[in-house]
């Protein structure tokens, strides 16, 4: 990516990816400048607009990642955006429409397994400990070793969390981090 933006500094692509590679690294500041790069070279970069939403929920900047994401969904819709939006609501408290749209992305893309683990902090919350449990061991069932699934990961930790199994929390964190879960470090 570094040549292709020494080669060419205007290409999207090349700092989109970028913007993804550090936001990642917890080099949030650096990802913001690199999307605002992308942004002002093609506003509608779809891949760059939905990475938005991700930097803002790294920064736990909550109603600006719902905004984002639900802007992606309406525009373009994916299991991707559909889990942005739902992780949003849920951290915003409105679990019930976290539920809604958690099952709504679920039916238009069944294979994402990123949609069942959101379930699992939602029931925890909730105080629904077996209905966790159940989201919780489905989404271990459909592990998956590449793509997003340190997030699935990480919102299973939270689940974890919420039900007082600090240890096996901790231990899924780990796991998640060692996946490529985007760590701040500020």
């Known amino acids: 990516m570094a040549g292709a933006l020494t080669a060419r500094p205007n290409l999207g692509e ?18 913001r400048a690199l999307l605002d790069r ?15 939403a991700l930097l803002a929920s790294v920064e736990g900047r909550w109603e600006d990642a719902y905004e984002s994401a639900a802007g992606m969904w309406q525009r373009k819709p994916s299991g991707w955006t559909g889990y942005q939006v739902a992780l949003a609501e849920l951290h915003l408290g409105r679990l019930a429409d976290a539920k809604r749209t958690a099952d709504r992305t679920r039916r238009h893309y069944p294979g ?3 949609l069942y683990p959101i ?8 105080g629904d400990a077996a209905g966790a449990r159940r ?40 796991e998640a981090a060692a996946n490529g879960l985007p760590c701040p470090t500020a």
């Open 119 to 126: 379930g699992a902090p939602t029931a925890a919350i909730e």
């Open 135 to 174: 989201h919780i061991e489905f989404t271990v069932k459909h592990r998956q070793e590449f793509g997003h699934y340190h997030h699935a990961q990480y919102d299973v930790a939270c689940a974890l969390a919420l039900l007082g199994e600090r240890d096996e929390a901790v231990e899924c964190l780990e």
């Open 38 to 52: 992308a942004l002002a070279l093609d506003p509608n970069d779809l891949f760059a607009n939905t990475h938005v």
């Open 112 to 114: 994402n397994v990123l």
């Open 14 to 31: 090349a700092l989109t990816s970028l913007a993804v590679l550090t936001v990642h690294l917890g080099m949030t500041g650096e990802a």
